[in-house]
């Protein structure tokens, strides 16, 4: 830079030219910085943006496996033998002698009613027996009598040393002696059946359980006149093992339950908890027609209930053995997709790319389905992201951690 050395005004020029010197340089640095930033940034708009990679998805190769097949059907239990506990005889409710709602044996004592007027009852007839028991002791005693006279009169007559009217009379006393050994002992026997009666009445006033099972609510209480005419019962006895059980099958299943009543079939029952209990059912029966407005039959059970946990009138499921097969294709039920009545299974191909296939399903075997048609041993479903794949995407497999096997069979 040169400096020109003036007089006056020589100071201002000088530092006037340092001034625009500076700002010079200043605005070079700018436009260097702004062709920098713009070729920074059309460079970035070059260059392309990375493709995503393939999404994962879980697979699962399909095996064969044995597999027992089951059908399950809705079914409620009932009460087959329930009893309604009534009186016998006529009284007034002395004591109730069991708990509502617990379990009572045959036998066991329910109600005892007023019996004084039974008891009283039960020795007026022995009294009457008693004193029938006596007249046939003094009938036969005449009896006696009037043998003895036959046998005294008869030879005296022949000798002619007695009249034969006296030999007549003794023979009519002994005809209607012997009549009278005869009425009496029916008298006996007559009061004996009152004495049976009574004592039977007496029985009567104590009411028993007549079979073993839950008893329910009493409908009458302590005081309350029993009646044998009343159309009320005193309560209800529900026996609960074994428990019987009714549902409904098709028409076209019916040869199936018709040749299970031999045995061949095996059942369980489902709890509405899904629990199922260690024991096998068996048939009983099944009814002789077919409702015609839902072409159903109803087939009824029996199931062991020994600690009584199953009650009459249960929602409960019936779980039918069906068949066995052997090798069957089984694919997660969550893996089956199905569009306007079609069913299909995405598969994994040796390039990785996704495929749709249509499948026919079978029967259900606990959450799996067996697939009839359009699978083969080795093939790879997706059974999990399936949300975010379609034909003909590529993705990357990866194995699946569901179990193949069947649980809780």
Same mark, same amino acid.
Request: aromatic share 8%; no cysteine.
């Given at each position: 830079m040169t400096v020109i050395k003036m007089t006056g005004g020589a100071t201002l020029m000088t530092a006037t030219v340092r001034r625009r010197t500076y700002w010079t340089a200043a605005g070079i640095l700018i436009v260097a910085v702004a062709i920098g930033l713009l070729a920074t940034t059309h460079g970035k708009a070059a260059t392309k943006p990375a493709p995503p990679p393939p999404p994962e998805v879980s697979v699962l190769h399909v095996e064969g496996e044995d597999v027992a097949t089951y059908r399950e059907y809705p079914a409620r239990t009932? =009460?087959? *033998? %329930?009893?309604?506990?009534?009186?016998?005889? *006529?009284? +007034?409710?002395?004591?109730? =002698?069991? *708990?509502?709602? $617990?379990?009572?044996?045959?036998? /066991?004592? %329910? +109600?005892?009613?007023?019996?004084?007027? +039974?008891?009283a009852e039960v020795e007026r007839a022995r009294g009457a027996l008693a004193q029938a028991t006596a007249d046939i002791a003094q009938a036969e005693a005449a009896l006696l009598k009037a043998r003895q006279d036959v046998e005294r009169l008869e030879p005296l007559v022949k000798e002619e040393a007695a009249a034969r009217q006296d030999l007549d009379n003794a023979l009519a006393a002994r005809q209607a002696s012997e009549a009278a050994v005869v009425a009496r002992k029916a008298t006996v026997e007559a009061n004996r059946a009152i004495l049976r009666s009574a004592e039977l009445n007496l029985e009567y006033a104590t009411i028993r359980a007549p079979i073993s099972g839950r008893v329910g609510d009493s409908l009458l209480q302590v005081g309350g006149l029993v009646t044998k005419t009343s159309p009320q019962p005193l309560t209800t006895i529900v026996p609960l093992d074994p428990v019987w059980v009714r549902f409904q099958v098709s028409e076209a299943e019916l040869p199936l339950f018709e040749s299970g009543k031999r045995g061949s079939l095996a059942i369980e029952l489902v709890l $509405?908890?899904? $629990?199922?209990?260690?024991? /096998?059912?068996?048939?009983?029966?099944?009814?002789? $027609?077919?409702?015609?407005?839902?072409?159903t039959l109803e087939v009824q059970a029996t199931f062991r209930n020994q600690d009584h946990t199953v009650l009459p009138g249960q929602f409960v499921r019936v779980r039918v053995r069906t068949a066995e097969r052997r090798q069957a294709l089984l694919v997660p039920q969550s893996a089956v997709q199905e569009l306007q009545g079609q069913q299909s299974v995405l598969t994994v191909g040796a390039d990785n790319i996704v495929q749709a296939r249509a499948v026919v399903t079978g029967d259900r075997v606990d959450q799996r389905w067996i697939v009839e048609q359009g699978l083969k041993t080795g093939d790879a479903i997706v059974v999990d992201g399936l949300q975010k794949v379609r034909a003909g995407t590529r993705v990357t497999p990866r194995a699946s951690s569901v179990s193949t096997r069947t649980n809780g069979r």
């Open positions: 009932y =009460a087959r *033998d %329930l009893v309604e506990v009534r009186g016998r005889v *006529d009284g +007034y409710v002395d004591r109730r =002698a069991f *708990d509502i709602g $617990s379990d009572v044996r045959a036998g /066991q004592v %329910l +109600y005892v009613l007023d019996m004084r007027p +039974y008891e $509405s908890d899904g $629990s199922v209990p260690a024991v /096998q059912g068996h048939l009983e029966n099944t009814l002789n $027609s077919v409702n015609t407005r839902t072409g």
